[in-house]
């Protein structure tokens, strides 16, 4: 139900842009962020929006870099992503949750119903 795509293999510095779209009624109304894995670590946080009112969450690496954004005609989420490093290279997943969520806990993956298959992104130095 969720389709991530955009991955790829881009220099320091370069721009990537992320798509999720989702598909079913209930995917996503309360919420739908981007998680990342690099190899051998955890899946980590990168940005959520809250579905009812747009706003937006960053972790401390991606605030300022990237920007998530929604589409709600075509239920799409992306991830635009400028200046990127190399550190920022892994797989990139799209989450979406159902129901409403307390924002604090848009950063937890365990609040999450649905997932993405995932999208490499590899940033060469």
């Known amino acids: 139900q969720l389709q991530a795509s955009g991955g790829g293999l881009v220099q320091a510095g370069d721009t990537l842009r992320l798509s999720c779209a989702a598909s079913g009624r209930s995917v996503g109304r309360g919420a739908m962020g981007w998680f990342r894995q690099a190899p051998g670590k955890e899946r980590e946080f990168v940005a959520a929006l809250n579905w009812s009112d747009g706003r937006t969450y960053y972790s401390d690496y991606s605030k300022g870099r990237f920007t998530i954004s929604r589409d709600n005609a075509r239920n799409t989420m992306y991830l635009q992503m400028n200046s990127l490093k190399p550190e920022d290279t892994a797989v990139y997943y799209c989450?979406?949750?159902?129901?409403?969520?307390?924002?604090?806990?848009?950063?937890?993956?365990?609040?999450?119903?649905?997932w993405g298959q995932g999208t490499q992104v590899t940033v060469s130095s």
């Open positions: 989450a979406a949750r159902g129901n409403r969520v307390a924002v604090g806990s848009l950063g937890d993956l365990r609040v999450y119903d649905y």
